[in-house]
């Protein structure tokens, strides 16, 4: 996240981080897969920050030549 809102790196077509220790390999996955399931979620776009009990999304700065 800082190299793209505070550094002005070019930012990918999304992100998605865990803020958290995984408690099995599986956890991020299964979390994750919930997360994508729900309506109206895009990664694309966003940079998407995964906490057990919460996420938050942030629009993505526009890419170079999009």
Not at 7 to 21: H, Q
Not at 46 to 61: A, E, G, K, Q, S
């Amino acid at each position: 996240g800082e190299l793209i809102f505070r550094a002005g790196e070019p930012s990918p077509p999304g992100v998605i981080y865990c803020r958290f220790a995984p408690r099995s390999p599986e956890e991020p996955a299964r979390l994750l897969a919930a997360l994508a399931t729900e309506p109206g979620v895009e990664f694309a776009g966003h940079f998407t920050v995964m906490d057990r009990d919460r996420v938050r999304r942030r629009r993505l700065p526009p890419r170079p030549g999009a």
